[in-house]
């Protein structure tokens, strides 16, 4: 039996600036946040002033929220360690520097209650800073407006690479985790190893992502290309 109907897991590394505005997205959601949403903050040795937001919050919330610190060990560790506090139905790993739409969980929740056939549904990702407008790669998939599920050995080109703006049925998650060794593209194994097993997942067109692209061109997608790690 599940406390609540979603786990929303959160590394934190840097993100004293856009801290708030993530959390209180979460926070405002129309699914209805004390009753059905639980945070899981993972301070993976975020040297600014993070852990003050973060308990901050706890305190207005003790039921809803966890807080966690850890030695930096990486975004991938982070998130390891939140799956193992989560007890929700379905899993989101948020990252604290974009925002929820605030009716998007409420539109993944009845998508995933409705579509036992998948273990995951992605959402929309909408850019906003420095670039703005629905201008991700992969925004093709979601053009046709409505609802569906993509069958990945059919269409081959609707892949699914992030897992930010993705919800996971907590039980699909068994035995999978995110390799702690990887930099870069961490997030794009783990995904296709939870859509494998079923070769299908769900698209919501209208369940919005708001992924911040930063003006200081430091977060970690910004500067990958430049580093060894990205090679390998």
Known sequence: MFQYKFSVIMPLYNVENFFAEAVESVIKQTIGFRENIQIILVNDGSPDRVEDLCLRYKEDYPENIIYVS????????????????????????????????????????????????????????RFFGKRDGFVHPLDYKFRQTKDRIVDIMSEHTYIQMAVNAVFFRKDALRGIVFDTRLKISEDSIFVTQVILKKEKYGILPEAVYHYR????????????????????
């Open 213 to 232: 692209k930063r003006l200081s061109n430091d977060s970690a997608i910004d500067f990958s290309t430049s580093s060894r790690t990205w090679y390998f």
């Open 70 to 125: 850890k030695e930096n060990g990486g975004v991938s560790s982070a998130r390891n360690e939140g799956i193992k506090h989560a007890q929700g139905k379905y899993i989101n790993f948020f990252d604290a520097d974009d925002r929820w739409e605030l009716d998007a969980f409420e539109k993944a929740y009845a998508f995933l209650e409705q579509h036992n056939e998948v273990d995951a549904v992605a959402c929309r990702h």
